[in-house]
């Protein structure tokens, strides 16, 4: 299941939030996360519902099956 968030890919909706939190924070921790964006980036994880993933994959054969 393809499954984004404000039509935007994980890694991208990620960085944009580090991002921000490190403009408005002044953080050194978010820039350094930023500047070792490629060792960092596997460290995260994405916790889904089970029964969310279910419903989206629903969805997502549904509309296979419409188009």
Do not use: C
């Not at 990620?14 to 996360?33: C, D, M, W, Y």
């Amino acid at each position: 299941v393809d499954v984004r968030h404000l039509g935007r890919a994980d890694d991208e909706l990620l960085r944009s939030l580090i991002e921000k939190h490190a403009q408005l924070t002044g953080s050194a921790r978010a820039r350094h996360i930023l500047a070792n964006w490629d060792r960092y980036r596997t460290k995260f994880v994405k916790a889904m519902p089970n029964e969310y993933r279910r419903a989206l994959t629903e969805l997502a054969a549904k509309q296979r099956e419409a188009a």
